[in-house]
């Protein structure tokens, strides 16, 4: 007997990369191996020089296909076994590593908009719908719109084993949110990138597109971020921790240097208004969804807890945005 091993990777296409799959039938009991594809047709190769690796870090149960079949999340390699340059998970592991003592947890709520043909999912034919307002955490089929593939996504994560911990409807029709975690750096990143291939594949089956477009549409309407919550174990138990972790983001290039890898189009979203803060002024604060960092309001009466930082785009690589966190953060927790 055999089973289905479906290879997922992210592929090297600027200035966001896409998710990629393709399937390997294995034999009963035999672990899904380092594999191989075409890098000049996923903008990671030449055409003359066009093998890649995908070398499995993360596997689990498939729960579209189910029985024995498995997701196989993998890194992208060169014939010689160097990480390949658009592999960031990579770039993440020997800093994870490094800074693995302060246990670091992330949340990470991805934000993102159903799109039926041209139009975000309830937008009518022609015009707009009725201004923001009654769609975040709305009922009923004049507030929300999709919730079946929501709902079926949800359902199949839990049977995959994401840490998933939520989900609610946005605040522009169409737009929706998942999140994961806690879970440390590693974990957490790749239970977002397979929980985004679910998506994906989910949302298809009802011919539907979901993006994770910062600002997909124009006008009076909330852009979609993935804000990025981080605690350390020194900031789950007390809150000078949490404060020097929020000084740290603050500091000299600091700021710009987050911003630049917080996703793509970032300036258009980060404008100040609809609950950000704009892009190039940094600021951390109480209870203030107009902060770059919020502390949460209960956070500051427990005197411990953890930090949302409200800067990524929904199209953040989460490798990359935990990568600067826990650096940053942890760089100047150790002090
Ligand atoms: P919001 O109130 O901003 O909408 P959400 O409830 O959507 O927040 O998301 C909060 C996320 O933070 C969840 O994924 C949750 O698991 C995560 N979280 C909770 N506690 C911690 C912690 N100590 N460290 C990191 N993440 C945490
Ligand atoms: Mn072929
Ligand atoms: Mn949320
Ligand atoms: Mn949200
Ligand atoms: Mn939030």
């Known amino acids: 007997m055999s089973y289905k091993a479906e290879y997922i990777?992210?592929?090297?296409?600027?200035?966001?990369?896409?998710?990629?799959?393709?399937?390997?039938?294995?034999?009963?009991?035999?672990?899904?191996?380092?594999?191989g594809f075409d890098g000049s047709s996923t903008n990671q190769a030449e055409g003359h020089a066009s093998d890649r690796v995908l070398r499995p870090v993360f596997t689990?149960?498939?729960?579209?296909?189910?029985?024995?079949?498995?997701?196989?999340?993998?890194?992208?390699?060169?014939?010689?076994?160097?990480?390949?340059?658009?592999?960031?998970?990579?770039?993440l592991r020997p800093i994870a590593e490094r800074f693995a003592d302060q246990e670091s947890w992330f949340g990470i709520e991805q934000e993102y908009t159903f799109f039926k043909g041209s139009r975000p999912l309830g937008f009518p034919e022609a015009g707009f719908p009725a201004p923001q307002g009654p769609y975040y955490c709305g009922v009923g089929a004049d507030t929300v719109f999709g919730r079946e593939i929501v709902e079926l996504h949800l359902d199949r994560c839990l049977a995959a084993g994401l840490k998933v911990s939520g989900i609610n409807a946005e605040v522009m029709p169409g737009q929706w949110e998942f999140q994961i975690g806690p879970a440390g750096p590693l974990e957490v990143a790749d239970h977002l990138w397979v929980a985004r291939w679910l998506l994906y594949r989910t949302a298809e089956e009802f011919g539907v597109e979901a993006t994770l477009d910062a600002k997909p549409a124009r006008g009076d309407w909330n852009g979609a971020g993935a804000h990025t919550n981080f605690s350390t174990r020194a900031m789950r138990e007390g809150y000078d921790a949490i404060i020097t972790a929020c000084e740290a983001l603050g500091e000299g290039d600091k700021p710009m240097e987050h911003i630049t890898h917080y996703g793509a189009g970032i300036e258009g979203r980060l404008t100040g208004a609809h609950e950000t803060a704009p892009w190039n002024k940094y600021s951390y604060g109480v209870s203030d969804r107009g902060a770059s960092v919020r502390i949460p309001w209960q956070v500051e009466v427990d005197k411990k807890g953890y930090i949302e930082d409200r800067r990524p785009n929904a199209n953040v690589d989460p490798y990359v945005v935990t990568r600067l966190l826990v650096n940053t953060c942890c760089t100047a927790l150790e002090k």
């Open 9 to 35: 990777w992210i592929d090297g296409t600027e200035p966001t990369a896409l998710l990629r799959s393709k399937t390997k039938i294995l034999d009963d009991g035999a672990e899904p191996p380092v594999w």
């Open 60 to 91: 689990c149960p498939d729960p579209i296909r189910g029985g024995a079949n498995v997701l196989v999340l993998a890194e992208v390699e060169e014939t010689n076994g160097d990480p390949h340059v658009s592999n960031t998970r990579a770039r």
